[in-house]
């Protein structure tokens, strides 16, 4: 019994990888399919002369939220501190908290 169920496994495998074959070139999870980066992001939105007057973590989850970008407040914190490290922008105290703008 347990020989049948492997010897069916063996074709079924076989018959994934037959079909796997025959679909159209597809990209891997790890690829990008047209998505843009946070960072991307920001730069696009640097461009768009957004971050001319400093912007609150608030301000900048909505404006993404806007363009159809949603994201958890906390999900922006770790890419809005690479893009000021890289010199995207920079960091200002405002009001007792963060605020980016456009160096």
């Given amino acids: 019994m347990e020989d049948d169920v492997k010897v069916e496994l063996v074709k079924l495998e076989k018959r994934i990888i037959e079909l796997e074959k025959k679909l159209p070139n597809q990209k891997t999870s790890n690829e990008k399919i047209g998505k843009k980066s946070i960072i991307d992001l920001l730069l696009q939105l640097k461009s768009e002369e957004f971050f001319d007057e400093p912007k609150s973590l608030k301000q900048i989850v909505g404006k993404l939220g806007e363009i159809s970008y ?34």
């Fill in 70 to 103: 949603h994201y958890a407040p906390g999900s922006l914190t770790a890419p809005l501190q690479r893009a000021v490290r890289k010199g995207i922008l920079g960091r200002i105290k405002k009001e007792e908290k963060w605020a980016y703008v456009k160096r």
